[in-house]
């Protein structure tokens, strides 16, 4: 526990974030993604913009970031392309 007797968050791969507006408890933080990984998920989406289960594991492990994280990213990135049309 911490100052106050709060428990203190346990490090992370979420600790390299930088939290969201409004700093509610029980959100997530959001993921900040290095350039490198940027550009192999841009890369990765031009050849195909749907992931399965078997290439979001495989993406997931080779840049170090959750299932989730691919996920959301693709899901995002689909939005983003939608909009710009």
Do not use: D, H
């Not at 911490?2 to 959001?30: D, I, T």
């Not at 350039?35 to 080779?62: D, V």
Request: a positive charge; aromatic letters at 6%; hydrophobic letters at 30%.
């Amino acid at each position: 526990p911490g100052a106050g007797g709060q428990p203190q968050p346990e490090a992370g791969p979420e600790c390299s974030s930088a939290e969201e507006a409004g700093g509610r408890s029980g959100r997530r933080l959001r993921t900040a993604f290095s350039a490198e990984q940027i550009s192999t998920l841009e890369s990765s989406f031009q050849r195909q913009q749907y992931l399965g289960a078997a290439e979001r594991r495989k993406l997931a492990g080779r840049m170090r970031l959750s299932e989730v994280q691919i996920k959301t990213w693709f899901q995002n990135r689909r939005m983003k392309l939608k909009r710009q049309l």
